[in-house]
């Protein structure tokens, strides 16, 4: 993003509501400059516009941020996440620990797995569980190597927390392996120095064993 919308951003964050005048004169730039790079921010889905009436006189069109924009400011959810499994794990055994992920991903393959459930083979499936992993913030993909499924992913969203407590790849596993209603195997893992984790994916022949403590599911 260009550093002109990042400073339009940051500016309507300290803000809250903005006239097209009043950015321009904040940041030294011409109205006509602006608004060029609040229409941008406007098809990103960043930015929203509101039609402003104060007193009396034409009402005046104010920019504000749009809930998606928070992502373009700087974070700390990983840490935070971090920092709570630490406590959880000073308070918790490990078999606990685990039987919390796997509830977890239980929980996340019924609230998003719908669609992929309702496909009728397992390609399908794991085509719609690609578009599903990509709103999660995975870049992932699948193929077939003869009679095997693989699928790929090319980056972890939970990098940070996966480096501190690298049980979190449990819910990975055993959210991929629910969704699909199938046997999941990790044949490769970035955390382990790979270019990416990969995922073998067979017919289920039997309700996989997701109850089992870390050191023990596989």
Not at 206 to 216: I, K, R
Request: charge should be neutral; hydrophobic fraction near 40%; glycine fraction near 6%.
């Amino acid at each position: 993003m260009s550093q002109t919308r990042q400073q339009i951003l940051k500016r309507l964050k300290e803000r809250g509501r903005m006239t097209v005048a009043q950015l321009a004169k904040e940041l030294g730039l011409t109205p006509v400059t602006v608004h060029y790079h609040l229409n941008v921010l406007q098809r990103q889905g960043l930015v929203d516009a509101q039609l402003e009436r104060r007193g009396v006189g034409r009402p005046r069109l104010v920019f504000f941020l749009r809930e998606e924009a928070l992502s373009q400011f700087p974070q700390s959810y990983h840490r935070l996440a971090a920092r709570l499994l630490n406590e959880l794990k000073a308070r918790m055994p490990e078999e606990e620990i685990h039987r919390l992920f796997i509830a977890m991903a239980r929980e996340i393959a019924v609230e998003h797995g719908q669609r992929v459930r309702a496909c009728q083979t397992l390609e399908e499936k794991l085509e719609a569980l690609v578009a599903l992993l990509g709103e999660e913030g995975f870049l992932a993909r699948w193929e077939q190597l003869g009679n095997e499924l693989r699928l790929h992913q090319y980056n972890c969203p939970y990098n940070y927390v996966v480096h501190h407590h690298p049980e979190v790849c449990d819910l990975d596993r055993a959210l991929i392996s629910l969704t699909l209603e199938a046997d999941v195997e990790r044949a490769r893992c970035i955390l382990s120095g790979d270019v990416h984790c990969t995922f073998i994916i067979k017919p289920q022949t039997a309700p996989p064993l997701l109850d089992l403590p870390s050191g023990t599911s596989g």
